[in-house]
């Protein structure tokens, strides 16, 4: 059962990076614009590119690399001694999750725009949680 919960992890993560994370807009009173993983990493591409591939590693390979990894040892094709690295691996996801909160929080303090989370925040944070629960209830099976 494990398994094929760790393997929706696979199709799961990347309609998170698709999602939006949030809404966000200049003024209360003109549209707000829909924030993804994907389009947050196109604009800071084009601004900075050593954060953009520190975020591209931390939010996009190394979950994945880590639920691959996971689902490899539960299939039997890689050894369970791979297991701490890749626990390692996702708790470094989770500065994703905790960068794009401190920055909800400090936009909304400034209160010169408006932003509003969306679904795929929930979906995003779903899927780190979920996938460290899975690899610390796989490590912990005989």
């Known amino acids: 059962m494990l398994k094929y919960a760790n393997?929706?992890?696979?199709?799961?993560?990347?309609?998170?990076?698709?999602?939006?994370?949030?809404r966000a807009g200049l003024l209360p009173f003109f549209d707000l614009d829909a924030i993804s993983m994907l389009t947050g990493l196109q604009a800071l591409w084009a601004k900075d590119i050593f954060l953009a591939?520190?975020?591209?590693?931390?939010?996009l390979i190394a979950p994945m690399?880590?639920?691959?990894g996971v689902a490899l040892v539960q299939f039997g094709l890689a050894s369970p001694q791979l297991l701490p690295a890749l626990q390692v691996m996702g708790r470094l996801a989770m500065a994703?999750?905790?960068?794009?909160?401190?920055?909800i929080v400090l936009a909304?303090?400034?209160?010169?725009?408006?932003?509003e989370t969306g679904w795929g925040l929930y979906l995003f944070?779903?899927?780190?949680?979920?996938?460290?629960?899975?690899?610390?209830?796989?490590?912990?099976?005989?």
């Open 125 to 142: 944070s779903f899927c780190v949680l979920a996938s460290l629960a899975l690899s610390h209830l796989a490590h912990r099976k005989p």
């Open 96 to 103: 994703d999750i905790f960068l794009i909160a401190l920055y």
């Open 7 to 22: 393997l929706c992890l696979l199709v799961l993560f990347p309609i998170a990076w698709f999602a939006p994370l949030l």
């Open 65 to 68: 690399a880590k639920v691959a």
């Open 53 to 59: 591939l520190l975020v591209t590693f931390f939010a």
């Open 108 to 115: 909304k303090g400034v209160g010169v725009g408006r932003i």
